[in-house]
């Protein structure tokens, strides 16, 4: 099942017992005893975590910053006010009228076209500073976000996003640069220069133009509105913006260009993205305008307002803690029972009463434990280890009651498949025979047949996919009976085209990306160097500075992590509400790059040290670090790091490679049974640790496909998870995820199932987007006169070879006037 790519490894997710072992030792990625402390912190509560587009406003802007940029805030400040007290001497930026104002900013938009590339940078710098916020006449960050807010704006209306294009055009189109840093044994932080401070300003109007605040005047509003259309109209080049952000993605990937910093273009590429297609929330609206467009009904419920109501379950029980417990026992204190976390009297309850003691039974569930990480022994795994508490249980404190929900959080959902299924089954065995798709007569049914159908009915969901499908497959049988297809020119629809020609090689450089940046990837030779904006030019010579370059390093890639499982999350969203069969294109292409396997190799480590890790200095973040002095960094204050219980982005990531990986898999048997093949259970289970509600529903999703293929013993050895899948995932009525008695489960038709797809998607493209395919259904003229009244373009020097065409092709070869009218 291990798919080789050119341009893609597959990771190995089988760890051997050597490994195992030494993942105990306790030097093994530096943490030890901090992960048990962290753990233990985060076990012990829920993490309070909103889920949303991004972060805040705030964090957001810091992220675009590396700690080793944090001198040039300086640099762009010299650079505005040697140039400002030139043309405005005695006053400050903000003692200018808004006319003023203008004036200077139109000044340094002529002296952006001067060829002077040194007098070009000093200029864009300029104007980099202003998009900062002028922090040099603020006193506080709010001051320094407000005169942001105010001269991004400004630039806007003034045209400089436009120019700075031009710009970032000609610096991606020199080849000169692209040679030099080819040639370069290492790149640094200088061979970015320019493309930092463009992308830097891009960045900041992007972000600041797309958050909308309570305070915005219409003037703001409109010009929102119009630099989203602008963004996502083709009028770059003949090609959306994002488009040329995508360019510079695969030429970094190709080697070609490895100057290019990554970390900025991908943040400005998803920005891009989510400015102009528009974000979760508005998703969800576009979802219920669409649903009413096809005269579908509403959906049953806001996923979003549920996720967020849901509550995180409690994690597994600690193998220490369980451990410490046998001993207790085995010492016979009757007397005193020993404490136990409540998580292991969930456990024992679920134990089932009437289970024979049978060895087999009592065994270790055989896949657990060859591919069980860092040692750990996860009591849902090894039922071996519990033992069943003396009867009766003690009493749980009135603190640790658990409060059951009154009804489960989704509505369920029956597709029209499931009910032709059902009859077909019961018509067989009670008929002996079947009416193929009739889901109406229901003669010589028994009564609670009848019942069950019309349960069935009142719980059945017609998907905009399943409308789009049925469509797509009338215009291909009937291309001449339903005529052209009126296709609406969304921003998704323009970005799709436009990815179209080169999406396998957008999707490859992503993934790319994504393993390079990947806490568990190992560095190699010839992998991707994705460190050039952020290493100094003079590597650290102290311990202080190590540390700060490290803290840095590892911050740099948690944020192309984030930008790039957001950017891919919304890709597939807006594309499957756009079309399905756009969103089964980019799927297969993730599929057939080895995202599957990708994003097991990211879960395969310690998720809860990931999550809590403390990768920032507070007091270099934008925009504090301008505004406050800075205080003396000491090896214990970075070690320490912020008071924060998570780190917002690495949760944000995770729980998006989770969705990536449920958008790519769902319904798709082929695919589950990769995450079978990869032995994605255990890695997944111990992702459980994590008490957030809405990363847990995605791992239990994930969970809750393969577990019909993971046989009798690893249910019966997991019930509280199996618990935990039926509590928090939405029940299809007849879906036989429990007991892998499906008839889907056949491993036969996988093959043939993936191709069906891609034929499917072929089809698609080819109709809606081929020009030249339609040319077998164009009518035929047979009128003569038409024929011959049509103006045909002949080249300038036809009428000199006129007469020798006529003799050739015509009076050379006599006519057979009797055979044409035999013929006829």
């Known amino acids: 099942m291990q798919q080789h790519n050119d341009d893609m490894e597959v990771p190995v997710l089988n760890d051997t017992n050597s490994n195992r072992q030494k993942s105990m030792a306790p030097d093994r990625d530096g943490f030890s005893i901090q992960q048990k402390d962290s753990e233990g912190s985060m076990e012990s509560t829920n993490l309070e975590f909103e889920y949303g587009d991004t972060d805040s406003f705030t964090a957001e802007l810091s992220e675009l910053y590396s700690y080793t940029e944090e001198?040039?805030?300086?640099?762009?400040?010299?650079?505005?006010?040697?140039?400002?007290?030139?043309?405005?001497?005695?006053?400050?930026?903000?003692?200018?009228?808004?006319?003023?104002?203008?004036?200077?900013?139109?000044?340094?938009l002529d002296a952006l076209e001067v060829t002077d590339r040194d007098k070009r940078l000093k200029v864009a710098r300029a104007i980099l500073y202003l998009a900062q916020g002028v922090?040099?006449?603020?006193?506080?960050?709010?001051?320094?976000?407000?005169?942001?807010r105010h001269n991004v704006f400004l630039l806007y209306d003034m045209g400089i996003f436009t120019a700075l294009l031009e710009l970032l055009s000609m610096e991606i189109d020199n080849n000169q640069a692209c040679?030099?840093?080819?040639?370069?044994?290492?790149?640094?932080?200088?061979?970015?220069?320019?493309?930092?401070?463009?992308?830097?300003?891009?960045?900041?109007?992007?972000?600041?133009?797309?958050?909308?605040?309570?305070?915005?005047?219409?003037?703001?509003?409109?010009?929102?509105?119009?630099?989203?259309?602008?963004?996502?109209?083709?009028l770059y080049n003949g090609e959306p913006f994002a488009l040329l952000l995508f360019t510079m993605v695969t030429k970094f990937c190709s080697m070609n260009a490895p100057h290019f910093p990554m970390k900025k273009v991908l943040l400005l590429l998803w920005k891009t993205i989510l400015f102009t297609l528009g974000g979760f929330e508005e998703l969800q609206e576009m979802k219920v305008r669409m649903r009413e467009r096809f005269n579908l009904p509403p959906p049953p419920e806001d996923s979003i307002k549920v996720v967020r109501n849901m509550r995180a379950a409690s994690p597994p029980a600690s193998a220490m803690e369980l451990i410490e417990q046998q001993q207790q026992q085995k010492r016979g204190r009757r007397s005193r029972r020993p404490l136990v976390k409540q998580d292991s009297l969930d456990t024992y309850n679920e134990r089932d009463p009437f289970k024979n003691d049978d060895t087999r039974d009592e065994e270790e569930d055989p896949e657990d434990v060859d591919s069980g990480i860092e040692g750990e022994v996860d009591p849902l795994d090894r039922d071996v280890i519990i033992q069943p508490p003396p009867p009766p249980p003690p009493l749980r404190p009135?603190?640790?009651?658990?409060?059951?929900?009154?009804?489960?959080p989704w509505a369920p959902k029956v597709r029209e498949k499931d009910i032709e299924h059902f009859l077909e089954t019961s018509r067989n065995k009670f008929i002996g025979f079947t009416l193929g798709n009739d889901t109406e007569t229901l003669v010589g049914l028994p009564r609670p047949i009848h019942e069950s159908v019309k349960t069935l009915k009142l719980h059945k969901y017609v998907s905009i996919a399943e409308v789009q499908i049925k469509r797509e497959d009338e215009l291909q049988q009937c291309p001449m009976t339903m005529g052209d297809e009126e296709v609406q020119e969304t921003p998704a629809e323009i970005l799709y085209f436009g990815m179209l020609p080169s999406l396998s090689q957008y999707v490859i450089a992503l993934l790319k990306l994504l393993l390079a940046a990947a806490p568990t990837s190992k560095a190699k030779t010839d992998s991707i160097n994705i460190l050039?904006?952020?290493?100094?030019?003079?590597?650290?010579?102290?311990?202080?500075?190590?540390?700060?370059?490290?803290?840095?390093?590892?911050?740099?890639?948690?944020?192309?992590?984030?930008?790039?499982?957001?950017?891919?999350?919304?890709?597939?969203?807006?594309?499957?509400?756009?079309h399905i069969y756009q969103f089964e294109y980019v799927a297969q292409h993730l599929v057939f790059a080895n995202c599957i396997p990708l994003i097991l190799k990211f879960f395969n480590q310690n998720i809860m040290s990931y999550i809590s890790a403390k990768n920032s200095i507070c007091a270099l973040d934008f925009p504090h670090c301008v505004v406050h002095e800075m205080p003396e960094l000491t090896a214990e204050s970075l070690e320490a790091g912020d008071s924060n219980q998570f780190c917002w982005r690495n949760l944000f990531s995770c729980i998006n490679l989770l969705r990536i990986l449920n958008k790519i898999t769902k319904w798709k048997h082929s695919r589950t049974m990769m995450l079978v093949v990869f032995k994605s259970a255990p890695i997944l289970k111990r992702a459980l640790k994590v008490k957030q509600a809405m990363m847990q529903l995605y791992v239990l999703k994930l969970l809750k496909i393969q577990t019909k293929y993971l046989g009798r013993q690893w249910r019966k050895s997991n019930m509280k998870t199996m618990s935990a899948i039926y509590q928090k995932v939405r029940h299809r009525l007849n879906d036989d995820w429990a007991y892998g008695n499906d008839i889907d489960a056949r491993p036969w038709d996988f093959q043939a199932e993936e191709c069906a797809l891609r034929e499917s998607i072929e089809k698609f493209n080819t109709r809606r987007y081929d020009k030249n395919q339609n040319s077998e259904f164009t009518p035929v003229d047979n009128c003569l006169q038409s024929v011959l009244g049509q103006r045909v373009d002949l080249p300038e020097d036809f009428h000199y070879s006129y007469e020798m065409w006529l003799e050739r092709e015509v009076f050379s070869h006599p006519i057979q006037w009797e055979g044409l009218l035999q013929a006829q």
């Open 71 to 108: 001198p040039e805030f300086s640099l762009n400040r010299d650079y505005f006010e040697e140039d400002f007290k030139n043309h405005v001497k005695g006053r400050r930026w903000m003692e200018l009228s808004m006319e003023e104002q203008r004036a200077y900013v139109m000044k340094l």
């Open 135 to 148: 922090f040099d006449e603020c006193d506080t960050e709010t001051d320094v976000l407000y005169w942001s």
């Open 179 to 234: 040679s030099s840093a080819v040639r370069k044994p290492a790149i640094s932080l200088a061979d970015s220069t320019e493309f930092r401070v463009l992308l830097s300003i891009m960045y900041l109007m992007v972000e600041t133009i797309r958050v909308e605040m309570e305070g915005d005047n219409p003037e703001r509003k409109a010009a929102r509105e119009a630099f989203k259309t602008e963004l996502g109209s083709p």
């Open 398 to 408: 009135p603190t640790e009651r658990v409060s059951f929900p009154k009804g489960l």
């Open 532 to 578: 050039a904006d952020v290493l100094p030019e003079e590597m650290p010579i102290t311990v202080l500075q190590s540390m700060k370059l490290g803290i840095d390093v590892n911050r740099h890639k948690e944020i192309i992590v984030k930008a790039i499982s957001a950017l891919l999350l919304l890709l597939l969203k807006h594309f499957k509400l756009n």
